[in-house]
């Protein structure tokens, strides 16, 4: 026999833990239990120890009516009980059991159906002989509920709850513990006797109850252990005769524990025990867990009693959290309305949410909130950086499937979050679209926690004779452990209002996605018309230009000798400004054509786009001597034409506004960012002042005459137009004298990745 170590052998740690503990088939050997054929009371199952407390062995009970060890008054009298939906006209009942001859013993018999239907009795000898009157009970109870209700806070409260069970009781140990979202226990309240070291702010792992220990006291609110030494007895047979299976003793009152239970009270000098449970919605609340140094048992009615007290004072506990929950969820339900008021009267619902006396933080008690929507951040209070943020995102994109991810220790899941958990380590992300999210954030809380015993050696593992053993730990003396990297935890009224509060917000953002189509609709139909208007017209245009052009060459030509110089210079300027109409009409032109549905989309290299720029530049660029030179170029998603065209404005803007001192020089280079192509096309040339930066990209905008500069002032609008049309971005950085860089991007997965429209809208969003 000898300790294991964990990491050497092969053994399945969590059904050690966990046992099967409804298909334990002993008992404890202060009761006896009778597994009953329900139709004519038949005895179809006995515990061993009937020789000890009835005087007849097994053998002797098996197959034989209950009549053998009860008269037949007794006996119609449970037949009577049995109609019933429920058995509670005969629990608990006195019953009076013969051993031999006349010689009768009382006992306390409860029966129960188990699951699949088998009749059990259980009898335990009793301590009282006669049932406690009701107002005795009564008046039991009395004393301890007045206490109860002149007290106010909730701790002072559970105290007075273990001092009246310990005076009832009189064990030497009473405590009140509760467990938290993990399921490890935490002692609230203790009253105890002076020799014995106090377990009071003491936590304890979930380990210690595990799973199927925390059904069973759902399943039975009072159990007892007399004696943690008893020695358990089985049934006989081991199987039911007519079922075929082991009988289930989940509702047992006598079942034995599981032996690594008993072994963890007999570590804590425990001799005998009694619990409460305290269930609220369906789920273990805590316990009131009573402890003696000896081996005690306790008369069933004053267990009755004690189950009693236990269910009326927690459904006083359940009405002041209930009531503290109240007052905080009405509070959040004020904050959420003015929220959502805000949201709905300005322009943009994210303002609504971070502005004004009422914000996001006050939803969910955090300090440090952010937006993500469309791609850009919006924060609010103590967050991680933008960049951070980002990575963030993504991995909640890769990770959150459900409507809402919450943690107290974000670092133990996302592990780049100790960078900053400062501010962040716990979080609470609401999805709202398929890259959009609301987050919360809370700080670190460096907390101390007191442990009975060390939580990660709260058991270990033993070889017996081959057999692998689950042993508790031997040691409950005070372990500290500093808990880091955790915040405090979000309460479940939190979670709830930021789930409603998304609600609104996507009802909001289908609002809007509907509205901006109607508007997009009526874009779309203006935007055909002034196509139309501007085709039209520049046809109907060139017409009686090119008519002007000829006559007013065709006179030069004719009467050449009868001209002075004033009039063949006026016939001159004449032309000229025909040819400038007829250039701003080519420009119109090229405006009009370039928009969403003109364009098409496709892998295109960027040097070829290049190559052909600066082909349509050849002459200017030979003029010039110019020196065009470029990175190594990507192949990126737009469309071809319009590449070569946005280039070619560009290259030819750095040709046309060149110093006179020098020969132009042009680069073009590249980076790849996350989602995005960075361009710029940098020059040497004359530069311009950064207040004019936007200026230069509205149309028919222009910095210097046509005398000193020719153009129409429509080059560096098309190329804005062009970038919009790719759902980028395009700007300028310069000083004067000292040349200009055009930066603009491209999606690295062309437009169509950020386009959305209505239908796409309501596709994107969640449901």
Not at 343 to 359: H, K, N, R
Not at 457 to 486: H, M
Not at 488 to 500: A, D, G, H, K, M
Not at 740 to 767: C, E, I, M, W
Request: with cysteine; glycine share 4%.
């Amino acid at each position: 026999m000898g300790n294991l170590n964990f990491t050497t052998v092969d053994y399945d740690l969590n059904q050690l833990k966990q046992p099967v503990i409804h298909t334990l088939t002993q008992v404890q050997p202060h009761g006896i239990l009778l597994v009953l054929a329900e139709d004519d009371l038949t005895i179809l199952q006995v515990s061993q120890n009937t020789q000890l407390l009835l005087s007849m062995a097994p053998e002797q009970l098996l197959g034989q009516s209950l009549e053998v060890i009860l008269d037949s008054f007794q006996v119609d009298r449970i037949k009577a009980g049995l109609y019933g939906s429920n058995l509670d006209s005969i629990n608990p009942s006195k019953i009076w059991i013969r051993r031999h001859g006349d010689d009768y013993q009382v006992f306390d018999a409860v029966f129960h159906r188990t699951a699949d239907q088998q009749l059990v009795m259980e009898c335990e000898p009793a301590i009282v002989q006669e049932e406690i009157p009701f107002l005795s009970f009564y008046h039991l109870a009395k004393a301890s509920i007045h206490r109860l209700e002149s007290t106010a806070n909730l701790q002072d409260f559970c105290q007075v709850i273990v001092q009246e069970v310990q005076k009832m009781t009189e064990f030497d140990r009473v405590m009140l513990y509760r467990f938290d979202q993990d399921n490890h226990g935490e002692v609230l309240a203790e009253a105890k006797v002076s020799e014995l070291e106090s377990y009071l702010g003491l936590h304890f792992p979930e380990s210690d109850i595990p799973a199927p220990a925390r059904h069973l006291f759902l399943s039975n609110w009072i159990r007892m252990i007399p004696d943690s030494t008893a020695e358990p007895v089985r049934l006989y047979p081991d199987v039911n005769p007519r079922s075929h299976q082991p009988t289930d003793l989940t509702l047992s009152i006598l079942r034995s524990p599981f032996p690594c239970h008993l072994e963890y009270l007999q570590n804590m000098g425990v001799g005998a025990s009694l619990t409460i449970s305290l269930i609220k919605d369906q789920r273990l609340w805590g316990l009131i867990a009573c402890h003696h140094r000896t081996p005690k048992q306790v008369p069933y009615e004053l267990r009755k009693a004690c189950e009693f007290l236990g269910r009326v004072v927690f459904t006083e506990i359940a009405n002041r959290e209930e009531e503290a929950d109240y007052h905080y969820r009405m509070k959040l339900a004020r904050v959420q309305t003015t929220l959502i008021e805000a949201m709905s009267e300005a322009d943009d619902f994210i303002q609504g949410l971070v502005t004004g006396p009422v914000t996001l933080l006050d939803l969910a008690n955090a300090s440090g909130a952010a937006i993500c929507f469309n791609g850009h951040w919006t924060t609010l209070g103590k967050t991680p950086d933008q960049q951070e943020l980002n990575y963030l995102l993504q991995w909640l994109t890769k990770t959150v499937t459900d409507e809402v991810f919450v943690t107290d220790s974000l670092p133990s899941v996302y592990f780049e979050a100790e960078r900053f958990k400062a501010v962040a380590s716990g979080l609470l992300a609401i999805p709202i679209a398929k890259h959009s999210f609301l987050l919360w954030f809370r700080p670190e809380v460096l907390q101390t926690v007191n442990w009975g015993g060390n939580p990660g050696e709260a058991y270990y593992l033993e070889d017996q004779d081959g057999n692998i053993k689950l042993c508790p730990r031997q040691s409950f003396a005070l372990w500290k452990e500093t808990v880091q990297l955790t915040s405090l935890p979000w309460q479940e009224v939190e979670i709830r209002s930021t789930l409603e509060l998304r609600k609104a917000i996507v009802n909001i953002v289908l609002r809007q996605a509907e509205d901006l189509a109607l508007l997009a609709q009526d874009l779309e139909r203006s935007n055909a018309e002034l196509k139309k208007f501007a085709y039209v017209a520049s046809h109907d245009l060139q017409e009686p230009l090119n008519q002007v052009a000829n006559y007013v060459q065709l006179l030069e030509m004719r009467y050449d000798h009868a001209l002075d110089e004033d009039a063949k210079e006026f016939i001159n300027f004449a032309v000229d400004g025909v040819s400038l109409m007829q250039t701003l009409i080519d420009d119109v032109l090229a405006y009009s054509k370039v928009d969403l549905q003109g364009i098409d989309c496709e892998l295109t290299a960027v040097e070829t786009a290049v190559n052909r720029a600066v082909g349509n530049l050849r002459s200017r660029i030979h003029e010039t001597q110019a020196e065009i030179t470029w990175d190594e170029l990507p192949t990126v998603v737009a469309d071809a034409t319009q590449l070569m065209q946005l280039f070619q404005n560009l290259i030819g803007n750095g040709i046309k506004f060149q110093r006179p001192d020098v020969s132009p020089q042009i680069h073009i280079g590249v980076e790849r960012h996350d989602d995005h192509w960075l361009f710029a096309v940098r020059d040497n040339g004359i530069g311009l002042d950064p207040q004019f930066a936007d200026r230069i990209f509205v149309i028919f905008q222009r910095l210097h005459t046509r005398d000193e500069y020719h153009g129409s002032g429509m080059g560096l609008a098309i190329c804005k137009k062009i970038v919009d049309c790719h759902r980028g971005r395009i700007w300028v950085e310069s000083e004067l004298g000292q040349g200009a860089t055009f930066y603009f991007t491209l999606p690295v997965g062309g437009r169509d990745r950020h386009h959305v429209n209505r239908r796409k809208a309501q596709n994107y969003l969640f449901s």
